[in-house]
């Protein structure tokens, strides 16, 4: 009896270490996931003047609001922006992640440490703080570059309204991402064996040939993994349009998707609309996100059976 009981007890072990994960998981992810669902289903009917008790009640929509969500011309034109700001966002950030990388593994670069700080310490800065900022600098009347360009005589751009709003927006996700995805890259590049290196060396490859022959090839999968990163991060972006918003009229209340179900749940009152619109949101994040992942799954594959044939 007491060795089946120990036993049982080394069996069911492991399942007690997972229980407060699962427990933990259950409450603030598969509940509130489960109750967007729900909430996404119903809607809210009316009756009369809507005074009386039971004049508003809840009942079963279907897909009714996910029509209305997938028709909505404010979310297409939303989720147009999100596109344009991401092809500007993705390829400059991962661009100076990598090169930023690079300087820094490089022999001749100096003080090494302080400029991996000063290159990473954006990123510490909340996207609010990094917003208010930004926008103060990008404000005429009390930028400082402003004031000197109008000092020189120098046209004043407007960089919060029309086009270059796309930019000012870029520019504060790709100083404020650039640093955590160079630390992602730079920690990968240190893994590399020093042979690796030194045999290039001793075929006479350039420090440039071993940069874009070796490390980079090398580094894929923490560029990859960056880029999966920076498509949940544009996909999702909320902080820095709402944070702007109160500094110029070209920034709308649903400049992106996620800015039209915080419209929706907080300005219109309309929770359930706002959930499909949350749900439709993280339905095609995860579908992007699986996509890239197992193109790059594949390419990776494909890469490494030619390299097994040669």
């Known amino acids: 009896m007491t060795s089946r009981r120990g036993s049982y007890g080394l069996k069911a072990a492991p399942y007690g270490f997972l229980l407060p994960a699962a427990l933990l998981f259950a409450l603030f992810f598969a509940l509130p996931i489960g109750y967007a669902l729900w909430l996404s289903l119903h809607k809210v009917e009316v009756s009369g003047l809507g005074l009386g008790k039971d004049a508003r009640r809840e009942v079963w929509a279907g897909v009714e609001n996910y029509t209305a969500a997938l028709t909505d011309s404010e979310l297409l034109h939303g989720a147009l922006r999100v596109l344009g700001y991401g092809a500007i966002v993705i390829p400059v950030m991962l661009g100076l992640a990598l090169l930023f990388a690079l300087m820094l593994d490089s022999e001749r670069v100096r003080l090494t440490s302080f400029t991996r700080l000063a290159i990473f310490l954006p990123y510490a800065v ?23 360009l109008d000092r020189l005589g120098l046209p004043r751009p407007d960089l919060l309204d029309g086009g270059p709003l796309y930019l000012a927006l870029s520019n504060i996700a790709v100083w404020g991402g650039t640093g955590f995805n160079m630390i992602v890259i730079y920690t990968s590049l240190r893994a590399i064996p020093a042979e690796v290196f030194e045999a290039a060396k001793l075929d006479g490859c350039s420090p440039l040939q071993i940069a874009l022959r070796i490390k980079i090839p090398m580094v ?3 560029l990859v993994l960056t880029f999966f990163f920076s498509i949940i991060a544009t996909l999702q972006v909320f902080s820095e349009p709402t944070t702007l918003k109160p500094l110029t009229n070209a920034v709308p209340t649903t400049w992106s998707p996620l800015m039209k179900v915080y419209q929706d749940a907080f300005g219109k009152g309309d929770i359930h609309s706002a959930a499909a619109t949350a749900v439709l949101i993280a339905v095609v994040t995860l579908v992007v996100s699986f996509g890239f992942l197992r193109a790059a799954n594949s390419r990776t594959k494909h890469t490494r059976q030619q390299g097994e044939a040669r």
């Open 126 to 148: 909340p996207g609010v703080v990094a917003a208010l900022l930004w926008g103060f600098l990008y404000l005429p009347d009390v930028s400082p570059f402003h004031f000197v």
């Open 220 to 222: 894929a999968p923490s």
